[in-house]
């Protein structure tokens, strides 16, 4: 069974004034295919760093520790090799691609991921229905990838590409925030169609409980300063729900 | 997106670093030089050969543009025309073919080539006629001659055409354009300077702009050792809507320069112009000047220019000067932008992390970059091939890239 296994994992950050500056110190994390892990924390806490760094974003160096697919090094690839060895960053703020319109970009990557173009029919049907699961309208798929999508556009358009795309794992960098009700609705439920089809592994970040009434997670990590401070079941979060994370910010 | 040198100016809010010339936005201050005020003359003596410290010369490699300020007898370029059925095409002296009633050579190399032209062309399209193809005119230069030639490019009223010169070849060429466009007229006119490494090109395109008549002039620069266009407009009489897009690669050691000057005195008139370039390799240099003069008559004018520079590699150098002149406050709206940025790191992340290769990520990019332009020449044929053209350039910089960009 796939396994992303992350091994006391340390972080740091270059800041303005050329300094350099630990955010991750020590992260423990093993995530197995079909299981949704929830990484809640208060804002600062290192969750979205832990994102990037998986992802391989060049802002963030990585000091000390291991992240490996199956045992396969993560941290010795490149940004598209990750992605084609089956990992996915659904983004907290998506870029802007001007000129490059949506099903151009969907159709590349699929390729790039796949080592192959996708057969033209069933890649045309597959494109509308994810879309219209997820009640995009068809002619956003000629738009120019993020530009001037709406806040729950973007979002939509990131669970479109983790339906398409099939990773073997799914971090989501707060997917939930900026959301409205309806909308969270609808991107909670493209996570659980993916979950359902192909399985994925996915880790949740998140800094509300909200989203955790539509996608159910097996395992709640609560991250503080730069490390996980508790883990335990679905019962965690609704502990968090009540007390905040104001105890474990006092303890530390 | 990380920035080397960025300039966005609001039109409120005064002027850009990189502006060089006097720069007002209303409010009655006089500018200590006017852009009116530039000599134009048909008359080679009234330009001096440049030295480089000429304000409109001190960008350009005097060197390579040496032998297009030389008087005296030159060649024409060979120039082939296809045009529909109901298109008019002549050629012969300038007086022959009516040219200079809308053109006035504007610095010296476009009076030298004035004065040396011997064969001149005309292509007319008659009132009312929309013509279904485009009016292709292909200019193609000899190694180791200096040319010149003159195209008028006349337009009739309420007619609708669309017209592509293509410049190929090689050696030394000065070309004046000079486009009449009717009242009501709807005409497309695209420059491409396709030509070999080693040409060197001197352009002066002037266009005037009829009642209420459409023009748009698109510049595709991406041949040539070293390019000079300058692009003039002015409106006939109130109504009329001008566009001036461009888009050029500049590769090592290459120089491209695009000059604009809209000069607004009808009323009720449009202008919108858009350059948008790439430079890679050692010694690249792009040049956009961007005037615009808003006379104290050209009451309800609308403009706005823009200018955008996307820095592949170091040692490349792109020069954006945006020059607005505004001598009444009764405008519709007047603005410029100008941004000279490297690649979007974010942007390059963002699709790597799609499974899509360096390489590949930064060809979609600059795809992206130039294609709204591009894309708006009418010709898929034409844009295609530009498009493959620019992506061949840009394969360089991939091999060239790799080396200085791996650092994690």
């Known amino acids: 069974m796939p396994t992303l296994e992350i091994r006391d994992l340390h972080v740091t950050v270059d800041e303005a004034d050329g300094g350099t500056k630990e955010i991750l110190r020590g992260v423990d994390l093993t995530l197995k295919s079909g299981e949704v892990h929830a990484v809640m924390g208060p804002n600062g806490s290192g969750k979205s760093t832990l994102a990037y760094s998986i992802a391989g974003h060049p802002k963030y160096t990585v000091t000390g520790g291991t992240v490996t697919l199956d045992g396969e090094d993560v941290l010795a690839m490149s940004v598209d090799e990750r992605a084609r060895a089956g990992l996915f960053l659904a983004m907290q703020y998506p870029v802007e691609v001007p000129g490059v319109t949506v099903s151009n970009f969907l159709r590349t990557a699929k390729t790039a991921i796949d080592g192959e173009a996708p057969k033209l029919r069933t890649w045309v049907k597959d494109v509308k229905q994810a879309m219209d699961d997820l009640k995009m309208d068809p002619t956003f798929a000629e738009r120019n990838v993020n530009e001037h999508f709406s806040g729950g556009e973007k979002k939509r358009h990131e669970i479109l590409q983790m339906e398409l795309l099939k990773p073997k794992f799914a971090i989501l960098d707060e997917t939930d925030s900026g959301l409205d009700v309806d909308a969270l609705k609808v991107v909670s439920e493209g996570v659980n169609r993916a979950l359902a089809s192909t399985g994925p592994g996915v880790l949740l970040i998140t800094h509300y409980t909200r989203i955790l009434r539509y996608i159910k997670p097996q395992f709640v990590h609560v991250f503080v300063d730069g490390r996980v401070a508790e883990q335990g079941g679905p019962e965690l979060a609704d502990s968090l729900e009540e007390t905040g994370y104001d105890r474990f910010l006092t303890r530390a | ?321 945006p020059n607005l002149e505004i001598e009444t406050g009764e405008i519709v709206g007047a603005g410029h932008a100008s941004a000279t940025g490297r690649f979007d790191d974010e942007q390059l992340f963002y699709l790597q992390a799609r499974g899509i290769p360096e390489d590949e990520a930064r060809r979609l990019v600059v795809r992206g970059f130039f294609a709204g332009i591009v894309e708006r020449i009418g010709v898929p044929e034409i844009s295609e091939r530009l498009m493959t053209t620019i992506e061949t350039e840009l394969a360089a910089t991939a091999l060239a890239g790799t080396s200085s960009t791996e650092e994690n």
């Open chain 2, 1 to 321: 997106m990380t920035a080397v040198d960025e300039t966005t100016t609001d039109p409120a809010a005064g002027s850009p670093a990189n502006t060089a010339r006097a720069h007002s936005h209303g409010g009655g201050v006089v500018p200590d030089a006017s852009r009116a005020e530039r000599v134009t003359s048909f008359d080679v003596a009234d330009f001096e050969v440049p030295t480089g410290r000429e304000e409109e010369w001190k960008f350009s490699p005097l060197r390579e543009f040496a032998p297009l300020f030389e008087t005296g007898p030159a060649g024409s370029a060979d120039v082939e025309v296809t045009a529909p059925d109901a298109v008019v095409h002549r050629s012969g002296t300038l007086q022959e073919v009516g040219a200079g009633t809308a053109f006035t050579p504007g610095d010296r190399a476009a009076a030298a080539g004035w004065a040396a032209t011997t064969e001149a062309h005309l292509v007319s399209v008659p009132a009312e006629a929309e013509l279904d193809a485009p009016v292709l005119v292909t200019v193609r230069g000899t190694a180791g001659t200096t040319t010149s030639g003159h195209l008028v490019v006349e337009a009739g009223r309420h007619s609708r055409a669309l017209v592509v010169l293509a410049h190929t070849g090689s050696g030394a060429h000065r070309g004046g354009v000079e486009v009449r466009a009717g009242d009501g007229a709807d005409l497309t006119v695209v420059t491409l300077q396709e030509w070999d490494a080693d040409a060197v090109h001197v352009g002066q395109h002037d266009v005037l702009v009829g009642r209420d008549a459409r023009v748009r002039h698109i510049a595709v620069s991406l041949g040539g050792k070293a390019v000079r266009v300058s692009t003039n407009v002015r409106y006939a009489a109130p109504g009329g809507d001008a566009q001036a897009l461009g888009v050029y690669f500049a590769d090592a050691g290459q120089h491209l320069e695009h000059r604009l000057f809209v000069d607004h005195e009808a009323t009720n008139c449009k202008s919108y112009v858009e350059y948008k370039g790439a430079l890679q390799g050692d010694d690249a240099h792009a040049v956009w000047i961007g005037d615009v003069l808003i006379r104290a008559a050209a009451e309800a004018t609308e403009t706005y220019e823009l200018n955008r520079n996307l820095v592949l590699t170091d040692g490349a150098r792109a020069d954006s000067v």
